[in-house]
């Protein structure tokens, strides 16, 4: 098991680009989430997955999309980046809600600098 | 508003040592409290967590303690290792569908031989 992969692990984009972070579990979990750490700010929730086809938004949600067609895979999307969104990324992934959800296990981050 | 807090960004202990962990929370609404470690360039890794209904729970050197009462909890590392050296996050679960994680700001712990 490969467990939770992200690519890339450093990106550089210019103000109002954007760019897609890819993630993938191969551990056949339900909820898939994506966080943001910032100094100081601990991890924050950007928007989550409870399973195929359906994603809704976590703390801090504006300026990223997300989609989740596959059990497998749930990309985040920067529509126009800008240089509050630099920060480490972290997607993460849990068994469903019956099965202990709370013990996430997450990748090893993407790196994120806007210029 | 910081729901979960850690206030002690950092904390040393020599090797053999306990290592105490501290963390704070304002939300009566969690139900279970965990631990995650994470190492540089590394993703959190889950540690060990705790029920809103027990005050202790034990894994090896790994033990964590709630006081409803007081709204907090702490981890304890005895003895503690070199190799225990990390970002340690505090986090509490909110029973709400999704059951999202709530994280505090972390605390580096730096263990010295």
């Known amino acids: 098991n490969a467990g939770v992969t992200q690519t890339p692990k450093f990106q550089v984009l210019k103000t109002g680009q954007s760019m897609t972070l890819q993630c993938a579990q191969d551990m056949n979990h339900e909820y898939m989430s994506w966080y943001r750490q910032d100094p100081g700010m601990g991890l924050r929730l950007i928007h989550y997955s409870v399973g195929a086809g359906i994603t809704d938004q976590g703390e801090v949600p504006n300026g990223y999309n997300v989609s989740r067609s596959t059990t497998e895979d749930f990309p985040l999307r920067l529509l126009s980046a800008a240089p509050s969104q630099t920060s480490v990324y972290f997607c993460a992934s849990s068994l469903g809600v019956a099965r202990r959800s709370y013990e996430q296990y997450f990748g090893p981050g993407t790196r994120l600098t806007v210029t | 508003d910081q729901q979960v807090k850690q206030n002690s960004p950092s904390l040393s202990v020599q090797e053999g040592r306990i290592s105490i962990l501290n963390c704070d929370y304002t939300?009566?609404?969690?139900?279970?409290f965990l631990w995650y470690k994470k190492y540089p360039a590394e993703g959190p890794t889950f540690l060990i967590s705790?029920?809103?209904?027990?005050d202790k729970n034990e894994d090896g050197r790994f033990t964590v303690f709630l006081n409803k009462s007081a709204k907090h909890l702490s981890l304890h590392i005895v003895p503690s290792q070199p190799g225990d050296s990390a970002v340690y996050f505090c986090?509490?679960?909110?029973?709400?569908?999704?059951?999202?994680?709530?994280f505090g700001t972390g605390t580096r712990l730096l263990v010295s031989p």
């Open positions: 705790i029920s809103s209904i027990k």
């Open positions: 939300n009566s609404m969690f139900d279970y």
């Open positions: 986090a509490a679960r909110m029973n709400t569908g999704f059951q999202k994680l709530v």
